[in-house]
Each structure stands twice: as C-alpha cells, then as structure tokens.
C-alpha cells in the first residue's frame, strides 16, 4: 500500500500544532480587544436621540446647573431623567417654533414619552447609587466626563467593570470636595492650583460629607479683602492647604469616612 | 418503586409510608437508572452503593415496629416525618442526595460523546457571549413628574387587606406607583406591623395574569356601562325590587354596608345574600375578643389561633402569645384540644387529640369540673388519659381564675362557643381576658340559612336578576343544595369577580373585579378601627368593585367608590373633615373606631347548657377546614400559596384526606394512596396522608382546591371537597372511606433538604436518620429545649455539653475574617415561632423567588430560601412539634464559599455570604457541601421573564435569576445596602432596627431579630448573648451568624409524665 502521506507532512503537522498555537493566543488576545473595544462598550458613541440635545448649548453656553434637569442626583439611584415639562418650561417661550424641538412638543401634546436611548446604560445586575457617590465626593464629569464640552451625548468612559474597580480600589484619586461637584471644569489640585479645605463642625467629634469647606482662593486673603471683621462672630476655621490629589484625596477619604479599599471592592456593593 | 415491593420486602403487615418524595414519574426513574447504569452505579434505592455508612439492608418497618422504637428511646428524640421513621427506601434515596431524586433535567441518557459536544458548544457560545453587545435600551420619562415621587425610593401608602374575619391593616410599599411589597401597618394597634400568608400574597393575586379583563356579555365584550344602564333600568322597572337577588360575599365594608341599606330602603324586596363558604355559619367573633397578654393559661377548644388569619384576631393573639414567650420569667402555658393537628396544637404544652364531634363533649365535661352551673355532659367513654387531662386543664383553669382564657374554635358546635363563654365567665375572666365588643359581622350565623332560601327562590322561579358579587357559588354552594340546576332558573345572572371562574363561566354577564390595591373602600379590623382602603394603582384591567353596583341604583349613580367613602365618614372623622380625612388615609386608620367594650349580655345564656352527643367511637368523620394556603379557594391561581408547604403537613400544590397512622393501618392504605370518601351517598376521590397527632377514625379534608376555572396554576390542584360537604354539616360529617386503584403523585417538602452522613463523619450511623434528626437526638441538638423546671435548674442548658467552644477561632485551615464596622446576625426565638409561614411568603415578594410547580417540588427543587422544618416528638399518636425556620446562616467559617471553583460565594467585609450570580456556573458543590441545605438552584428556567404583569412586580432591588444559578437567603442585602446609603450620606453608623429584613417584618409572633452583632447594645446582641441561645451544628465549625433561642416549656406537672401510648389506639 502506498503511503498517504509524504515525509513533507512531517513538517505540516509540526507547523499546523504551531499554528494552532497562535491562532488560538490570537483569538484570546482579539476577544479580549473586542470585549474592551467601543463597539461593545459604546464609549464614545452617540446614539440617534430623537432631539439632537446639546448639553454643550445648555451647560456651557446658556449655564443650566445640572440639576435643573437631573433633579435626584443627589436623593436616588437614578439621577433622573428630565420630564417633557423641563424642556417646556423654557421652550414654551423660546425656540417655540423650531423644526428640531417638534418631538419635544409633540410630547406635550400627546402625553406620549420622548424615547430617549441610554447612553449611559449599566448591565440590570449592577446596582448603582448616584446619590452615595455625589454624596461622598465624586464629580459628574468624573464619569460622565466634559459633558458641557458635548454637543451631542456620549459616555467618556467604558462603564466596565474593571473601570468601576478602579475607583473603588482607590477612591482618594477622585474625590473632590462636595461643592465641587457639579463644577465641570475642575481640576485636581496642584502646586500651581492649591486647594484650602476646612473642617466645619467638630462639635460632634464626626464631621459630616457636607461640613468639609473647600476654598480655591486663599481663605486668609479672600477674608481681608472682603473685610470681614477678624475673630469675630464667624469663628475661624483651620484651613489645611492641598497641592495635590493625593494629599487632598486621603484628607476628604478620613472626612468623608469613605469606607476602605476592601470593602468598596467587595461583590456585594454592586451585585445583589 | 411501587408499593407491592415494599410490601414483599417486610411482610404482609408491613406499612410502607411514602410521601411522594424521591418518588418521579416513570420515564424519570428509568431514565435516571439508565444513566446511573451508564456510569456502572447501580441507581436502585434500595441498595445505595456509593454510601459507605449507610445500613443498606434497613427494612422499611411497621408502624408496631415504629412505635417499639420510640417507645425505647430514652430522653428526647425527633423525627421530620413518618417515613424518616419508618426508614423508607424513598427516604433513604431523599437524603442520600442533596437534592431529592433525580438531579439530572435531561430524562434521556446523556453520553460522553454527547457531553463534550455539549460542552463544547456551550464554551464556544460563552465565549461568544462575552461579546455580545447589550441591546439599545429606551428611557421613557415622565410628561410631567408626579410631585413626591423620588425615582428609585419606594414610597409607602397606608390601606388595609379586606379580610372575613377581619382587615388587615397595612403599609404598602411601591416603586413608581406599582405595589410591590406587602407588609402590616407598624403604627396600627391592632396587628403593628406584622402580616400573614394569605395578606403577603394578595400581591400576586393583583399581578396574576390570569385576571378576568373585560366586561362581557355572553361571551362578548362589552362596556361597563350598557351593564349600569340596563341593571338600573331593570331594578328600576321592578319599582320595589322584587326578583332582584345580590349574592355577595360577607360585606365588611361599612360604606358597602352603607349603599346597601340606601339600596334596600329604596327597593324593598331585594334581597342580599350573603355567602362565605369557609366561614358560613361560624360563631359571630367579633362579638368576643381574647387578650392573651394576662393569660397564664390558656385553653384552645379546638380553636387554631395561631396558624393564619383563618382565625379572627390572628395577629393580635399570636403577638400577645408570643410576647409571653420571650422570657422563661412570663411563661402562659398552652392547653390544645383539637380534631386535627394545627401549629397550634403542636405549639401547645399539652395537647389532646380529639375527634371533631367529640370536642363539645370534653367542652362540657370541662365545664362541669371547672364549675359551670346548668351543665349537662352527655355520657361517653372517655379513655383514661382522656379524664386524667380533662382533671388537670381543669385543675389548672380554676388556679388562674382571672388570668386564664378558654378560646372555642370556629368550626365547632355552636354548644362549644356557649360553654366556653360560660366557663370564662365562671372564672371571672370577663373583661379580663375576655372582652365582649359590638356584633359588626352578624349575618355568619345566618349564612347557610340565607343561601339555602335564595336556591328555593331559584327552583321557584322568583329570580329574574341575580348579582354575585365575589362569590363563586357553583364551586362552592353545599353540594345538597344542587346549586347549579338551580343557577339555571335565574333569567339573567351579572358576576362580580377578579376571574372567569366556575360561576363567571356560566354567567350571563362577566364585570372583572378591582383587587383592593386598585381600588376606594373601607374596613373593619378585628379590634373594630376602621380603615380605608385605597388604591395603590389604577385598575390593570378597569375593574369595579361592588360599590358601582350598589351605587348604580341609587339617586346619584354616576358616584364614586372615592365620594361614597368619602361620604361614610363625614359623620364620624372630627374636626376638619379634609384634614381628619388626610389624616386618616396617610395613618392608615380613623381616630376612635375601635370597638367599645360592651358588658356581657346574660340573656344570651340558656339556662341549661348542653353539648351534643358524639358519634360512635367507631363511625369514620370527616373535618371541613378552609385550607391554611388557599382558603376557600380564592387563592387557588397564586403560585406562591400553593407551592407554600402547608403548616405541620408540609404538603404543597394539593390537599389530601389528612389521617393518623392507625387509621391509615386500619383501612390497609399507603400514603399517596387515593381513597374514596363518601358523605350521604356524595363521593369524591382524595389521596391519604398521615399526619402524626391526627385523632384516629377521623379524616381531615381541606376546601378550596380541585377547581376548573382557577387559572393556569390552580386550576386541577387536588380534589374538590366541596362535592361532599352539604349545608347540614359543613364543618363536619360522618362518612366513609374506601381505597380505590392508583397513587396520586403528592408533593411533600418534609424530606427535602436534609443531609445523610454516616457514622465517620458524625452521624448516628444506622442509617435510620437524616442528619438534622440524628443530630437533634444526639448532645449537638438541633432541637434544644428545656422544661421550665429544667431551665430553673440549669439555665445554661441550651449549651450544655456543646464541646465545640464558638469563640475560639484557631480551628480552622482558613485565614479568619475580621469584622470591624457591622457584622450582621439574626437571632431567632423558637419559643415563640409559631410555624405559621408569613415569613416565607414574604420572603417570596421581596427576593422575587420563582414558583416550580409540583413536578418540581416533588422532585425537591422548590425555590423557597426559608423554610420551617417541622421536628416532632414522642409518640406517633400525641406528638410534640418544634418549628425552626432555616435560611441561610451566613457563617463566618463558611463551607460553601471554600469549595465554588469560580468564586461565586464569597465573603463579604460584614460577614454575609453574598451570591455572586453572574459568576455562578452551577456547579452545586457549595450546595453538596452546605450543611443546612439552604441553598436552592435553579435546574430550569424559573423565573417568568416573559408575562408582562409579574415584571410589574418584581422587586427592582433585587436580580430575577435565570437558569443554572445557585441562589440563596442574603439576608436581605438589598435593605442593608439601603440602610448603609442613607447612613453614609449621613456619616454616621446605622442604627439598630434601621435594617428589617422581610421575614422579620413579616412575623406576627416577632421572633425574628436582625442587626448588628458587634453593636453590643443592639437587640440582637443581646438575644445571642443570652444563655439560652444557641447555633445550629456549631461543632462543624461553621460559626453561623443564625443563632437560635432555646424554647423553655412550661409544663403541667400533673401532665408532665411524657406522652403515653394511647391505649385505644394500635
């Protein structure tokens, strides 16, 4: 009987185990690209909205404080998403005739919801709190990123799990003081930027999230040009200086009694 | 396994009990040994191979042999079933697994080849699944928001559950306006806070999809309106409203009661029935009320006022109880006289099984011996046991003259009421612990009278329209009264229901029925407080509710259920209407209606007191009881009531003729036989079971199940005892029994979930026993309870020969956890569990736990994360219970957690065991290693994700599981991460009491405790700091954070000598 196979198959087969090899590290290292890339994760994209709705216009330009319209961000899991009311209240007046707002208006009419389409859309097994986070020192944009600076929406950020871990495995890197945190545009301190921050009442012995004062100005100097008397009814509160992220950030971790590392991280913070 | 083989194996008298359990349908036992084979095991029960410890050759034994057993053994000794002591080969084969009978879903053989192509498949798709992108997901906001409304925070609004003996009142939790959680009113002075089964599960009676949802005529849709047009153009062309007849259930509503009378004022000769199949004909309650706080004895007559709201004044006498209990200092003592074993009984220090007929018999020998003037006792034969507890209850009532309470049961003899009442009087309990109000509900006396005339109306042809209003009467007329040929007479017949049931099919007009959570009405609770009932949510379907009825015939018909209450309650709320009104709709009550004490009216009494005699000792009778799950069947079509293991049977999805294991013998029957039962020549065909206590020559049969119209869960569950139950005695019967072919297939949880181990590792070895009774006999005790005399003597018995010290922490491979902040633990009072399952339905609506069906349940996959194991005692004949509820224990040293490949279980900084779900790849080792079998998988696709009205129900807290998870009590995670929310906003610890978990909040007996184990001040604290409390299987060092409360008993001394074989029994 003849062979079937030639000696050259010797080498095939050595070749093809090698192949094999790198096919399957390459499908691993694609899947894992793929599961991290925009596509799957939607960062960065922007969704057919039925009203091409600036927060660029609104936040930047017309200086509409976030809560205007995503009014339980700080009382709720949900921030909110506004009714057709909100849009009305103003658009009523202004733009009423605009080709643009007619879904918006149509709205009004009808009773029937503006289906807008999440951009921001974690998996029905996570369970997020906007109002702990808000609470305790986390900005809008330090999720939702420069939303004043969109046009149209999109997420900045993945929204992975791996993301959330990050923070949660070392939350000092992004809290900021609580009056800061619909400020879009702040910027972690730095030598050149310090941050002067202040324990409000200790009377208890427990600071409370809201009674940590934060100034970007020196406090000393903003005091005597505003000429307010010295020692008197306002007693003087210690102002600790911060010129970086870290210092400021494991001051307001000890202030704000952020829970530790390990137990921000534990599964059933999230998962229930 | 069939019977016959049992029989083969032990003899011609042998007893082979079986409860259905390990028991599957015949493709699913071959097709499990056909698998087993493939693998070279031998699958045949009754040779366990795989089982080093286990005696193999254990015979199934005769209840003598039974009896010899506990006869033998010294000290106490506890069993979860019958078959558990029989040793069954269906036991044997239930614990030897941790899931009973097959585990495998596929019923065919599943070869190598075939697993790896599966496997390989299914991780080619996991991989894929990794990938795939979620869905586009819409938000829909509001038009305009509704003012108070905080997406993601529940709200709470105040109503009541409208209930025959009594509304319940509540505080409902919803999400968006959607009801999704019911609890107890906690500021009500009536039940504060606590609930029960039936009042937990009307939310998914609200959700069920199988509600009726459109008005029609003869099959047709149709509008409300033309119906209120041509109802009132009817009644009003009668001028006076002869042939006019409303066939209503009891009417509680007083604004109901109210439109009535306005109704009857106008037309005369309409007439109003009332019928409530489950408690026609019962003593009017509310014209006696028990205060159990200063009672130190007291004596039940039949009387199960501990085991659900079947029993007016449930919530209220069972916290009153229970409080009691708490501390061996305030110990009452319970006397039980019963015709069938309720949690009551069981709960009791003493109790006597009687036969129903029997009972008013005792009642008046009881009254003679206590001193009742005027008693007449029929002569009987008692047993000597029988006189020696009759002398000693009476012995003790005369001791606590003033501090003791004699409670005659609903279902007795009227005789039994009368006598009770005089022997409390005698005693001078009156307005002690026994309160006489105003009569609100009269019309129950009348009930059965009142239908039987509206059937001869019928038959007479006097009927021109008659309206049902929430009555199912061709289900659930007596079946001497031949309701249905009657039913035919009435020209047109309009029905009130929440369902096209038995009677909506055949009525000529259908209007579905507003479910109290849609709807304006009012109601009486037991201690009178009215409250009113408001809507949570617009009617899912645009019912009405029996207020457009009566409405629609008076002067102003277009009137609102709103504006009649509105109206009822002008004349009393004080003050400011608008404001008293706003007052009482956010309080949940109205100020200052509760029932006035009246003074006892001494002409009701007779002059001569007599009790009927009781049937021959050898005639067979047969109990009527509402079902403890679905009642009369107005629940048949909730899925959670009927997977619900019934109180001390544990029988879920149908009802069976309850008997005792002499009469079972006697009959030459089998558990899961089916036996015929015949009442006046009626038959109706019914499977056997026996539960321990049950008097003998007795039958218990349950109502409410065997319907045909219920909907897609009720409907075909049991058998049907209306068919036998006729107007002459509802309550109870004598008939006969006869066996006829076939099992029936029951779905009995007693033997799920224990755990097998043989001698090696701890277990009392021969076989004989599952885990938990091996331990509960041995020093580990599961069970540890002391008698009074005991616990004076050694306060510290609960621990006493605990070799395993809790606190050392060295014993263990595993690094040790440290829990700084909160360290949450439950502490849980087995004196004051009552077995009553308010916790586990309430366990159902929070944690959206799936319903299996009983195929399911039979094979041991009920999803429930709570159960109450049912421990008896002593004698097959008189046995004593303990109830323990058993959820997760969140150890600290946790087996589960130390064998999941994939970190599914894991540990959580506060000591929970959290279920990672999305991890879980099912592999059930945290399950086979877990030694309270807690924890529950998902073999299929339980959860409905499809119909559209349960996902309105769904709590949005808590994940809806899919297939192949593992899942199990958390604790209540969702409430603690609330809590733990609003606390750190507030940067301060959580208080204690701020996290309630919902069995906790359901209990009426308050026997649940949960907090904060390392807050030294916390209640919780402090129970497991108590010397009587102790952990369940602490030796395996498993360090539960579920402590549990040693009961201490309060034994008669007379009556202490331990239960005696009845001697009339064999």
Request: hydrophobic share 35%.
């Amino acid at each position: 009987m003849a062979q079937i196979f030639d000696r050259g198959s010797n080498a095939l087969a050595r070749a093809s185990l090698v192949l094999t090899g790198l096919i399957v590290i390459a499908l691993g290292v694609t899947l894992n690209e793929l599961q991290r890339s925009p596509w799957v994760t939607r960062q960065g994209q922007r969704p057919d909205q039925p009203v091409p709705f600036s927060h660029k216009h609104h936040v930047q330009g017309l200086g509409v404080q976030c809560q205007y319209c995503h009014v339980t961000a700080e009382t709720s899991s949900y921030a909110g998403i506004p009714p057709t009311k909100t849009c009305i209240n103003c658009h009523a007046q202004i733009w009423t005739n605009a080709q643009l707002l007619e879904p918006v208006r149509q709205s009004w009419a009808t009773g029937q919801s503006l289906p807008w389409i999440k951009v921001h859309d974690l998996p029905d097994y996570v369970y997020f709190s906007h109002e702990i986070h808000v609470n305790k020192g986390i900005g809008c944009a330090s999720c939702h990123g420069r939303v004043d600076q969109m046009p149209l929406m999109y997420a900045q950020n993945t929204l992975q799990m791996e993301w959330c871990l990050d923070c949660h495995r070392n939350p000092a890197k992004n809290l900021r003081p609580t009056s800061e945190i619909y400020n879009m545009a702040w910027e972690a301190p730095a030598s050149d930027r310090p941050v002067w921050c202040a324990v409000g009442d200790e009377k208890s012995g427990l600071p409370t999230a809201q009674s940590v004062n934060c100034v970007t100005k020196e406090p000393g100097v903003e005091v005597a040009s505003l000429g307010m008397p010295a020692g008197g009814a306002v007693p003087e509160a210690k102002y600790e200086k911060f010129t970086s992220q870290d210092e400021l950030g494991h001051f307001l971790v000890d202030h704000y009694k952020i829970r530790t590392p390990n137990e921000l991280a534990s599964c059933e913070v999230c998962h229930r | 396994m069939s019977g016959d083989e049992m029989k083969g194996q032990s003899g011609t008298e042998a007893l082979a009990f079986d409860d259905g359990v390990g028991r599957i349908s015949e493709e699913h036992t071959s097709g499990a040994k056909a698998h087993a084979d493939s693998f070279g095991i031998d699958a045949g029960v009754k040779t366990p191979a795989y089982e080093p410890g286990v005696a193999t050759t254990a015979e199934p034994m005769t209840l003598v042999q039974i009896r010899q057993e506990l006869k033998g053994v010294k000290g106490k000794r506890y069993w979860r079933s019958v078959d558990e002591l029989a040793n069954t080969p269906e036991f044997q084969a239930a614990v030897e697994k941790e899931f009973p009978g097959s585990p495998h879903a596929w019923g065919d053989e599943v070869s190598r080849r075939g697993f790896l192509k599966f496997m390989g498949a299914s991780a080619a798709l996991a991989g894929l699944a990794g990938c795939t992108k979620q869905p586009d997901e819409p938000i829909y906001p509001y038009i305009k928001a509704p003012e108070d409304l905080i997406l993601g925070k529940p709200m709470y609004f105040a109503t009541a559950h409208p209930f025959v003996t009594g509304a319940v009142p509540l505080l409902v939790k919803t999400d968006q306006f959607r009801p999704i959680k019911i609890d107890g009113n906690p500021e009500h002075p009536y039940n504060q806070g606590s609930s029960d089964p039936f009042t937990q599960a009307t939310l998914l009676d609200l959700y069920d999809p199988d509600r009726s949802q459109h008005v029609t005529y003869r099959g047709e849709n149709r509008e409300w309106a033309e119906f209120a047009v041509e109802l009132r153009n009817k009644v009003i062309s009668t001028k006076d409203g002869t042939g006019i007849y409303f066939l209503s259930e009891t009417i509680t509503s007083p604004t109901l009661a109210r439109q009535w009378r306005e109704v009857q004022a106008k037309y005369p000769n309409a007439k109003l029935i009332q019928y409530d199949p489950a408690i026609a004909g019962t003593w009017p309650f509310r014209a006696t009320q028990y205060s159990l706080a200063d009672a130190d004895v007291i004596v039940s007559l039949d009387a199960d006022f501990l085991s659900g709201a079947s029993f007016p004044g449930f919530h209220k006498m069972v916290r009153e109880y229970a409080a009691r209990r708490k501390s061996p200092e305030t110990l009452n003592r319970l006397y039980s006289i019963e015709s069938t074993p309720t949690t009551t009984g069981l709960k009791a220090e003493h109790r006597l099984g009687l036969r129903a007929s029997e009972i008013p018999a005792f009642t008046a020998g009881l009254a003679k011996a206590v001193g009742v003037p005027g008693v007449e006792a029929p002569a009987y034969a008692w047993t000597d046991e029988q006189k020696k507890f009759l002398a000693a209850v009476a012995r003790d009532l005369k001791a606590h003259a003033g501090r003791s309470v004699v409670i005659p049961g609903l279902y007795q003899d009227a005789s039994v009421e009368l006598l009770a009442l005089a022997i409390n009087n005698t005693l001078g309990n009156a307005d002690k612990t026994v309160i006489h109000g105003q009569e609100v509900v009269d019309s129950l006396l009348r009930q059965w009278s009142s239908i039987e005339a509206l059937v001869a109306d019928l038959n007479a042809d006097k009927v021109d329209w008659l309206v049902i209003l929430h009555a199912n009467p061709i289900y659930t007329a007596p079946a001497d009264l031949y309701f249905a040929s009657a039913f035919d007479k009435a020209k047109t017949v309009a029905h009130l229901g929440s369902h096209l049931d038995e009677t909506g099919q055949i009525s000529h007009w259908h209007i579905p029925s507003a479910h109290f959570l849609e709807s304006w009405s009012d109601a009486r609770a037991y201690d009178g407080t009215a409250s009113i009932i408001q809507p949570m949510i617009d009617p899912l379907y645009g019912g009405k509710t029996a207020h457009h009825f009566f409405q629609a015939l008076l002067d102003e018909p277009g009137l609102s259920p709103y504006e009649a209450v509105r109206e009822t309650w002008k004349p009393v709320i004080k003050g400011d209407f608008e404001t008293g009104w706003r007052k009482a709709l956010h309080a949940g009550w109205i100020e200052g209606t509760s029932f006035a004490p009246n003074e006892l009216v001494p002409e009701k009494m007779p002059g001569i007191l007599r009790a009927p005699a009781p049937s021959s000792k050898d005639a067979l009778e047969i109990i009527f009881r509402p079902d403890p799950n679905v009642y009369d069947g107005r629940w048949s079509n909730v899925g959670w009531l009927q997977e619900l293991p019934k109180p001390v049977t544990n029988l879920s999805w149908d009802n069976a003729a309850l008997v005792s294991g002499a009469t079972l013998t006697k009959y030459g029957l089998e558990e899961d036989d089916i036996v015929e039962l015949t009442v006046q020549g009626r038959k109706v065909n019914a499977p056997v079971i026996v539960v321990p206590g049950h008097p003998d020559n007795s039958v218990t049969v349950h109502l409410g199940y065997g319907r045909s119209f219920a909907g897609r869960v009720g409907s075909g569950a049991g058998f049907n005892a209306y068919l036998i139950r006729t107007s002459d005695a509802p309550f109870y019967a004598v008939g006969s029994m006869k066996k006829v072919e076939g099992k029936w297939g029951l779905a009995v949880t007693k033997s799920h979930f224990q755990d097998h181990r043989p001698k090696l590792f701890g277990g009392q070895g021969n076989g004989n026993n599952s885990l938990e009774a091996d331990e509960a006999i041995s020093e580990r005790g599961i069970i540890r309870y002391a008698t009074l005399d005991e616990y004076k003597a050694d306060p510290g018995f609960a621990n006493e020969g605990e070799t395993h010290t809790t606190t050392d922490k060295s014993n263990t491979l595993f690094p040790n956890w440290e829990y700084k902040d909160n360290a949450w633990g439950m502490s849980i009072d087995m004196n004051s569990c009552t077995g009553c399952n308010a916790c586990i339905i309430g366990c159902y609506a929070e944690n959206n736990i799936a319903v299996v069906g009983k195929q399911q349940v039979r094979i041991g996959r009920n999803m429930q994360w709570l159960r109450i194991d049912t421990y008896f005692e002593g004698d097959l004949a008189a046995p004593r219970a303990h109830f323990q509820p058993m959820a997760c224990q969140h150890c600290e040293n946790a087996p589960c957690e130390q064998v999941c490949p994939v970190g599914a279980t894991v540990h959580t900084p506060e000591g929970l065991n959290a279920m990672v779900y999305n991890r879980c790849v099912g592999t059930r080792y945290c399950s086979n290693n877990c030694p309270y079998k807690v924890r529950r998988f998902n073999f299929l696709l339980y959860s409905d994700f499809e119909t559209e009205s349960l996902k309105l129900m769904r709590n949005p807290d808590v994940t809806v599981r899919s297939r192949g998870v593992m899942e199990k009590c958390s604790y209540c995670l969702q409430r603690i991460s609330a809590a733990k929310i609003e606390a750190d906003k507030e940067n301060r610890a959580i208080r204690d009491g701020e996290v309630v978990t919902a069995c906790q909040q359901a209990c009426p007996a308050q026997a649940i405790s949960f907090g904060n184990i390392n807050d030294k001040q916390s209640k919780v604290a402090k129970l497991q700091a108590d010397e009587r409390s102790y952990q369940v299987l602490a030796d395996l060092n498993t360090r539960p954070r579920t402590k549990y409360v040693a009961a201490v008993l309060n034994l008669n001394p007379e009556l202490q000598a331990g239960p005696v074989e009845h001697p009339a029994k064999g």
